[in-house]
């Protein structure tokens, strides 16, 4: 069972990297995914159902931004960026990379802010090296129980508040973004910014 939190146009920051979601209005879809376990007697069956876990889902694709690579693929990936080195550690837990929770931001044009508390990238990106197409592909992160609450603790999984809340940052730059279809002239001389 999945309920919608907010589907529609927003920006997303995770940590201290802002994410443009692709498109005309950045689409996100933010969705609370519960599992339950049914449970059933000889005489009759299934009787009722419970609870089993819960986690928050935030899906989009983000903008041709270079500068986010390294947070859309982390060094545990084996993946170097940049300055960082890459080294592969199969079975790293990616909610347990940080000493830290780290939060996941959903800011709507509206003025309402969804904090994740505990986040995790936990679907990387496809990349496109084509010509008219996006770079990236669709992002899933993931929000699970932060580490010091209980279930039932009001921000055990989200705080959110409902009108009113400013940007918390990012504002858009060209910089680190890919310019689309080149010239052949510019193919093969270093451009800034790149």
């Known amino acids: 069972m999945s309920e919608n939190i907010y589907a529609g146009p927003a920006k997303v920051y995770r940590g201290t990297t802002a994410?443009?979601?692709?498109g005309e209005n950045g689409q996100v879809k933010y969705e609370v995914k519960q599992e339950k376990v049914d449970r059933s007697v000889a005489n009759f069956g299934r009787?009722?159902?419970l609870q089993a876990g819960s986690v928050d889902v935030l899906t989009f694709t983000p903008f041709d931004n270079w500068g986010c690579l390294g947070q859309l693929f982390p060094a545990m990936l084996g993946?170097?960026?940049?300055a960082t080195a890459?080294?592969?550690a199969?079975?790293?837990r990616p909610h347990g990379l940080a000493a830290a929770d780290v939060a996941t931001k959903v800011w709507c044009p509206d003025g309402r802010?969804?904090?994740m508390t505990r986040s995790a990238l936990t679907k990387h990106p496809e990349i496109h090296l084509g010509v008219d197409k996006a770079l990236f592909g669709?992002?899933?992160?993931?929000?699970?129980?932060?580490?010091?609450?209980?279930?039932?603790?009001a921000g055990a999984f989200r705080a959110l508040t409902a009108s009113g809340a400013a940007d918390p940052g990012g504002q858009f730059?060209?910089?680190?973004?890919?310019?689309?279809?080149?010239?052949?002239s510019s193919l093969w001389k270093p451009s800034p910014g790149r």
Request: no cysteine; charged share 15%; proline share 4%.
């Open 19 to 22: 994410f443009f979601p692709e």
């Open 47 to 49: 009787v009722t159902s």
């Open 79 to 82: 993946v170097s960026v940049g």
């Open 86 to 88: 890459g080294v592969l």
């Open 90 to 92: 199969i079975g790293t």
């Open 113 to 115: 802010l969804i904090s």
């Open 138 to 153: 669709a992002v899933e992160i993931t929000g699970i129980l932060a580490s010091a609450k209980k279930l039932g603790d």
């Open 173 to 184: 730059t060209m910089a680190d973004f890919s310019a689309g279809p080149e010239s052949s």
